[in-house]
């Protein structure tokens, strides 16, 4: 296991849609360790494969019950309505308000090749949608309707 680069805002990688895994294999599960090995060194509770450097539809989530693996995610259900204020690890020191579901239900497949679906609301909601947004090429920053300054955000923690 390895802790990989984090890319950042303006690499061209985060903009492009990212291919489906169709391979189960021992480069998988490396990915798959290093990018739970990455997400808690970097202290996020989400990483998707392009904050690496590849373009596949993978993403890690923790929330805090421990990481979720998903391989070609796709929200399936989502209802009500929440906006709060998002970060990302690609974007060192921006924050801004977006409006998420309150509510998903996401199917996706293990690192088995298995079928899962997860529900979460809230915090686990929001970085499931900002996380599939990677996946599609998008940033936070791009759907934020407000801004925060960054001394704001010192105030919150």
Known sequence: MAIRNIVKKGDEVLRKKCRPVTKFDDRLFQLLDDMKDTLVKADGC???????????????????DGPIELINPEIVKMSGRQREVEGCLSCPNEWGYVKRPMKVTVRALNRNGDTVEYQGKELFARAVCHELDHLDGRLFVDIA????????????K
């Open 46 to 64: 989400g990483l998707a494969a392009p904050q690496v450097g590849v373009l596949r539809r993978i993403v890690i989530i923790d929330v805090g």
């Open 145 to 156: 309707d407000e801004m925060v300054d960054p001394s704001e955000m010192e105030d919150r």
